[in-house]
């Protein structure tokens, strides 16, 4: 009987650093680009955070810096959640970053100043949102046709 508590609680520990692991919580110490922060964590450890389910604009293309601006002005400095989603080729952090209950990924899309990232949706509001964003010509939208690339096809295009 003994052996079975011990091993049940042993479970119950893991699954409980499994959930713990699946959320970090720190300040946003810089903001790189529209979709990719540095996180303080535990006081001293920093975490670099690639937003997930979305694609900003790159620094050198149009809207790249009004992206980056626009996340700043919405995270910068503050304590945020991040609910992480795995790992990216380049060993950053992908998640969903909330401020206090704000989604900010979708909100970066609602407000044009990112694509819902094609490729890795799973969560289908981001195109809903992209879509109302296009219909109200807001951020991004707002550009002329001939300036509006997504960053993927962007990067594409400078190799």
Same mark, same amino acid.
């Given at each position: 009987m003994n052996i079975l508590k011990v091993s049940l609680l042993a479970l119950l520990l893991a699954t409980q650093s499994v959930s713990a692991a699946d959320q970090i919580a720190g300040k946003v110490v810089k903001v790189s680009d529209g979709d990719t922060v540095t996180l303080l964590v535990n006081g001293s450890e920093t975490i670099k955070v690639r937003l997930s389910e979305i694609d900003a604009p790159e620094t050198n293309q149009p809207w790249g810096n009004n992206s980056k601006q626009a996340l700043s002005l919405l995270i910068a400095t503050k304590n945020v959640t991040v609910s992480t989603t795995?790992?990216?080729?380049?060993?950053?952090? +992908?998640? !969903? !970053?909330? +401020? /206090?209950?704000?989604?900010?990924? =979708? +909100?970066?899309?609602?407000?044009?100043?990112?694509?819902?990232?094609? =490729?890795?949706?799973?969560?289908?509001?981001?195109?809903?949102? /992209?879509?109302?964003? =296009? =219909? /109200?010509?807001?951020? +991004?939208?707002s550009l002329s046709a001939d300036q509006i690339t997504p960053p993927w096809e962007w990067r594409h295009k400078s190799k």
């Open positions: 795995g790992k990216d080729r380049y060993g950053r952090t +992908l998640g !969903i !970053i909330y +401020l /206090q209950e704000e989604n900010i990924n =979708k +909100l970066m899309v609602q407000n044009g100043n990112a694509w819902a990232y094609t =490729k890795y949706v799973e969560d289908q509001e981001y195109f809903l949102l /992209q879509d109302h964003a =296009k =219909k /109200q010509k807001v951020g +991004l939208w």
